[in-house]
């Protein structure tokens, strides 16, 4: 069975870090792509970052620059660095495993960030 | 890159059908078969009900169904059932191996 667990979130000043983890089980980690996505209180989803299986990484515009995704296969974990977070980054984070037709087919069940003085 | 538009709400009876719509661009939704739609319910992890426009992965109910018509796609649920009121979000590829989200929809059955 496919499990993904997001760990790392919590309350973090404007201007602070925090580093997400996502756990990833059930599945080949290191031949899938995976990607963040994140939703706001009371908004939508917002696709976030993505790094293929060989390393390569892009991201949203919104984050470019301050948010840095990575993945450890030998430990099956997936990483989101926050870094220079401000309010509207509060949201929250979801991973999901890349899979047929450029979709996202498992998610986890997400973890909080608040960006609050 | 803006996100899709799709209708702030939907409805219907049990046994219904009810029809979400996804409208885009040519940069996104209408250059690319590359759509999927994404069943929200509070507290659970979203979960993937139709990709690459009209494929429903294993497990999802043959009452859901995608299309696609230029820059809109579409996700139909016939028979509705109590278990589908749920957000449903639709996203596409969008290049560059960028995607873009929709507004988010709210199903209720009534």
């Known amino acids: 069975e496919v499990q993904l667990v997001e760990s790392g979130g919590g309350l973090v000043q404007p201007g602070g870090s925090l580093r997400l983890s996502c756990a990833a089980s059930g599945f080949t980690f290191s031949t899938d792509y995976m990607t963040w996505v994140r939703q706001a209180p009371g908004k939508g989803l917002e696709w976030v970052s993505l790094?293929?299986?060989?390393?390569?990484?892009h991201y949203a515009d919104s984050v470019r620059g301050r948010f840095t995704i990575s993945r450890d296969n030998s430990k099956n974990t997936l990483y989101l660095q926050l870094n220079s977070l401000r309010a509207e980054d509060t949201a929250v984070y979801y991973c999901?495993?890349?899979?047929?037709?450029?979709?996202?087919?498992?998610w986890g069940q997400g973890t909080l960030v608040t960006v609050s003085s | 890159q803006s996100a899709l538009t799709q209708p702030p709400s939907a409805s219907g009876s049990p046994g219904q059908s009810v029809t979400i719509s996804c409208t885009g661009t040519s940069s996104d939704v209408g250059g690319y078969n590359y759509v999927s739609w994404y069943q929200l319910h509070p507290g659970k992890a979203p979960k993937l009900m139709i990709y690459e426009v009209t494929k429903r992965p294993s497990g999802v109910p043959e009452r859901f169904s995608g299309s696609k018509s230029g820059n809109t796609a579409s996700l139909t649920v016939s028979g509705l059932q109590a278990e589908d009121e749920a957000d449903y979000y639709c996203s596409s590829y969008a290049g560059s191996s960028k995607y873009v989200f929709g507004t988010g929809t709210q199903v209720t059955v009534l």
């Open positions: 999901a495993r890349g899979g047929a037709g450029l979709s996202f087919n498992y």
């Open positions: 790094i293929y299986n060989g390393g390569g990484t």
